[in-house]
């Protein structure tokens, strides 16, 4: 592979440096997964639903930091946007780990998690920066195959370090990440951003920027079809490990089961890679949904008709949603992106806020349903799939009468 326009870094080392940036976010959460029971008898006295709290709050904090950390990085530049969002990220990581109360905790992951919309949102500018159309779509693509192997491994990571030191100590584990992803992105990577191409900072020009996005038919359907996938990741996250604990009684392997999904979830961003430039990415996103809503419908009816081997099929249909994601959200993102490569920092913030906000906000309510069975959560993955087909469907003909 070829090196990034003006970098000195390989094109392999950028994706992989690309991805582990955007696995900010998701370490953050997934390591904690393990630690709800434990959280919940220290600490959170109303149960394993309020101590997953420290979920949610730092899902708020990312959502309302990223919206500003795109603009910010428009005006001042790539770079100084990551040091800042990863010092804010540390401090964050810090103050949760000495709280003595689940109050002060929520609101340090919420600091956490403003400092990890940096270089969360920062890693999709520059991707836009350095490359568009199908081969950004590629790039997302490779992005987040790596992105996926760390949710494959952050559960069991924090079921070790919890074993071997209780469950504060996954904290210091965050400054340690965060202080590689800070030397490796400060070393090898150079400004993308030339000065004479910043927008300066002013709410005039970040009010025009999101006009122009919602006003873009492709675009505003796009953000609208991303945020109900990440609804989708947001349910399984909130309700996986009560199905493999109260369902399936397999809470202590609960880890092992959620790495294996997640690695092998990961063949689709490479399918998606090699795909997306013969077939397009609205085309791809189509055909993944199609494919959640045949498997859904039909794991509905397995459970209807009391079939046997639950266990197995609700194995393959999780392993087919993180399937799916591989196969929509970069190409989502890169449909969104593609027209607004003039405000790429904007862009980028306003797709990560309003589909990480809004998906938290309409999964949250999705965990009351849970029954002791996976149907609620499998019939509301088929109800979304089928709504974000008939939106892609909507896009289709936009861009026709485009």
């Not at 919309?117 to 590629?138: K, N």
Request: hydrophobic fraction near 60%; include cysteine.
């Amino acid at each position: 592979m070829t090196k990034p326009e003006g970098q000195k870094i390989s094109k392999v080392e950028f994706i992989a440096l690309m991805a582990l940036m955007f696995a900010t976010v998701a370490f953050s959460i997934d390591a904690m997964l393990p630690s709800l029971p434990q959280i919940a008898q220290d600490i959170a006295h109303e149960g394993v639903a309020q101590a997953a709290l420290v979920i949610t709050f730092f899902v708020i904090g990312m959502g309302a930091g990223t919206f500003f950390a795109g603009p910010l990085s428009d005006a001042f530049g790539r770079k100084p946007l990551v040091y800042v969002g990863l010092a804010i990220y540390a401090l964050g990581a810090v103050l949760s780990w000495i709280a003595p109360t689940l109050e002060l905790m929520l609101a340090a992951r919420v600091l956490q998690g403003v400092g990890a919309a940096g270089p969360r949102i920062v890693s999709a500018a520059i991707i836009r920066d350095l490359y568009s159309g199908r081969t950004m779509a590629s790039i997302l693509s490779l992005t987040m195959m790596v992105f996926l192997l760390v949710p494959a491994v952050a559960p069991l990571v924090g079921s070790l370090i919890m074993e071997a030191f209780g469950w504060r100590a996954i904290f210091p584990t965050f400054l340690i990440f965060g202080a590689i992803v800070l030397v490796w992105f400060g070393t090898r990577i150079t400004e993308t951003l030339p000065t004479d191409k910043r927008r300066p900072l002013r709410w005039s020009l970040m009010w025009d920027a999101v006009r122009q996005m919602f006003a873009n038919p492709t675009v505003r359907l796009s953000i609208f079809v991303q945020t109900l996938m990440l609804m989708i990741l947001f349910c399984v996250l909130m309700m996986v490990q009560p199905i493999f604990d109260v369902t399936f009684e397999r809470a202590d392997s609960f880890p092992i089961w959620f790495g294996a999904i997640a690695m092998l979830s990961g063949v689709s961003s490479l399918l998606n890679a090699t795909m997306v430039g013969r077939y397009g990415m609205r085309r791809l996103v189509t055909w993944a949904l199609s494919a959640q809503v045949f498997v859904s419908a039909v794991f509905v009816l397995w459970m209807l008709a009391d079939l046997p081997h639950l266990f197995a099929f609700y194995i393959f249909w999780q392993w087919g949603v993180m399937f799916q994601g591989g196969l929509t959200v970069a190409n989502l993102n890169a449909i969104a992106m593609e027209p607004m490569g003039h405000i790429a920092g904007m862009a980028a913030s306003v797709i990560g806020a309003v589909s990480t906000i809004l998906g938290a906000a309409l999964a949250s309510p999705i965990g009351l349903l849970f029954d002791g069975t996976p149907m609620p959560l499998v019939s509301v993955v088929l109800f979304v799939c089928l709504l974000a087909s008939v939106l892609m469907q909507s896009m289709r003909r936009a861009e026709v009468a485009g």
